[in-house]
């Protein structure tokens, strides 16, 4: 594998552990803040030192505990693009670029930096200082300067959190237009779960320190194994349950039994449905279909989100089972009809969770 980690580092809070590999493909690293996921980075960059471990790049050792083993970081050839971008005020796009190349001849530096200004739509910014330029800007020329060196892994740290919602979008298609022609590996951190599913193939979801799940971004986001990884993923909906047969549950805090496709685990003791996966039904002996009042409702620009009390009426604003998400177009055509209405709790949508993360996150 392109990339193996397997480290540990005591930090103030808790232990840090992570292991796993990666082919060259792009990793999204997920979970809250201060729960480790910075400082994965940072240790594989060589910015920090684990306490004990292996990291591995395209078969060349950049730490190993036991052999003593530690590659300064100007050797590791890994790219970092820093949160805050960490550009250079005293110097030129161009020099900020270019900074990571004073061993190359001249010709060789101005033909990477044509490449990458180029690349990332840099043209006619050269001799402005970072100040001159625009937020966008400063990640893009951030981007080219990582990705000038040719580095073996290109890690980016929460590279949009500082852009507004027009200026994520818009880079997000840049990078993944850069991303496309890149040969490494590729580490991205973000809160942004749209991003990480857009950019990313493969998933690794972090909880103070410990590393709950690493898997294909589809089965991260379908079946969550465990309530944390569900809860980091923006599941909105869970219910404490147990196992009635071998297809049917009981949701306690739900007040109802949904019968299941998916096996049921052995340690099963939480049952979770995403709020866009809720949908309305004109038949009431539809299966896991039960009728529903509105208790209150949350816009953003797009959707409504829908909180429904399940089977009877609710007594106040809080007491509700479940969070629906519809797009407002859907929520025009049912928020006057009478009540109550009928919810769907599509069997296939269901996933089963193991009881020793429960509550956790």
């Given at each position: 594998?392109?990339?193996?980690?397997?480290?540990?580092?005591?930090?103030?809070?808790?232990?840090?552990?992570i292991?796993?590999?990666?082919?060259?493909?792009t990793?999204?690293?997920?979970?809250?803040?201060?729960?480790?996921?910075?400082?994965?980075?940072?240790?594989?960059?060589?910015?920090?030192?684990?306490?004990?471990?292996?990291?591995?790049?395209?078969?060349?050792?950049?730490?190993?505990?036991?052999?003593?083993?530690?590659?300064?970081?100007?050797?590791?050839?890994?790219?970092?693009?820093?949160?805050?971008?960490?550009l250079?005020?005293?110097?030129t796009?161009?020099?900020?670029?270019?900074?990571?190349?004073?061993?190359?001849k001249?010709?060789?530096?101005?033909?990477?930096?044509?490449?990458?200004?180029?690349?990332?739509?840099?043209?006619?910014l050269?001799?402005?200082?970072?100040?001159?330029?625009?937020?966008?800007?400063?990640?893009?020329?951030?981007?080219?300067?990582?990705l000038?060196?040719?580095?073996?892994?290109?890690?980016?740290?929460?590279?949009?959190?500082?852009?507004?919602?027009?200026?994520?979008?818009?880079?997000?298609e840049?990078?993944?237009?850069?991303?496309?022609?890149?040969s490494?590996?590729?580490?991205?951190?973000?809160h942004?779960?749209?991003e990480?599913?857009?950019?990313?193939?493969?998933?690794?979801?972090?909880?103070?320190?410990?590393?709950?799940?690493?898997?294909?971004?589809?089965?991260?986001?379908?079946?969550?194994?465990?309530?944390?990884?569900?809860?980091?993923?923006?599941?909105?909906?869970?219910?404490?349950?147990?196992?009635?047969?071998?297809?049917?549950i009981?949701?306690?805090?739900?007040?109802?039994?949904?019968?299941?496709?998916?096996?049921?685990?052995?340690?099963?003791?939480?049952?979770?449905?995403?709020?866009h996966?809720?949908?309305?039904?004109?038949?009431?002996?539809?299966?896991?279909?039960?009728?529903?009042?509105?208790?209150?409702?949350?816009?953003?620009?797009?959707?409504?989100?829908?909180?429904?009390?399940?089977?009877?009426?609710?007594?106040?604003?809080?007491?509700?089972?479940?969070?629906?998400?519809?797009?407002?177009?859907?929520w025009?055509?049912?928020?006057?009809?009478?009540?109550?209405?009928?919810?769907?709790?599509?069997p296939?949508?269901?996933?089963?969770?193991r009881?020793?993360?429960?509550?956790?996150?």
């Amino acid at each position: 594998m392109p990339l193996f980690v397997n480290i540990q580092k005591q930090l103030t809070s808790y232990p840090l552990k992570i292991a796993f590999d990666l082919d060259q493909n792009t990793l999204g690293i997920l979970g809250g803040s201060g729960s480790g996921k910075s400082m994965t980075l940072r240790c594989i960059a060589g910015i920090e030192t684990p306490d004990q471990g292996r990291i591995v790049l395209n078969d060349r050792v950049l730490f190993d505990s036991k052999r003593g083993i530690n590659v300064p970081i100007r050797d590791r050839r890994v790219g970092f693009v820093f949160q805050n971008y960490a550009l250079f005020p005293h110097l030129t796009v161009a020099q900020n670029i270019v900074y990571g190349l004073q061993h190359l001849k001249r010709t060789d530096q101005r033909s990477r930096l044509a490449e990458q200004m180029e690349k990332l739509h840099l043209q006619g910014l050269e001799d402005r200082y970072p100040q001159q330029i625009s937020g966008g800007q400063q990640q893009r020329v951030a981007l080219a300067r990582a990705l000038a060196i040719e580095p073996e892994i290109l890690i980016l740290d929460e590279p949009f959190s500082a852009l507004d919602t027009y200026l994520r979008s818009h880079l997000q298609e840049q990078l993944a237009e850069a991303l496309a022609t890149y040969s490494g590996t590729t580490l991205f951190v973000t809160h942004n779960l749209e991003e990480v599913y857009g950019i990313c193939q493969k998933i690794l979801v972090i909880s103070d320190g410990k590393q709950m799940a690493y898997d294909r971004k589809e089965a991260i986001f379908d079946r969550p194994e465990t309530y944390t990884v569900a809860q980091i993923t923006g599941c909105k909906n869970f219910s404490q349950a147990h196992q009635i047969s071998a297809t049917r549950i009981e949701a306690r805090e739900w007040g109802c039994q949904l019968d299941v496709v998916e096996p049921i685990p052995d340690d099963f003791a939480c049952v979770g449905i995403r709020a866009h996966h809720l949908t309305f039904s004109d038949d009431a002996n539809q299966m896991n279909t039960f009728p529903c009042w509105v208790t209150k409702t949350r816009e953003t620009p797009h959707r409504t989100t829908i909180y429904l009390k399940l089977n009877s009426p609710p007594l106040h604003p809080m007491d509700y089972h479940v969070q629906a998400e519809v797009f407002k177009e859907r929520w025009a055509m049912v928020k006057d009809q009478p009540l109550p209405w009928f919810v769907h709790l599509d069997p296939l949508r269901l996933f089963m969770m193991r009881s020793h993360d429960v509550g956790g996150g």
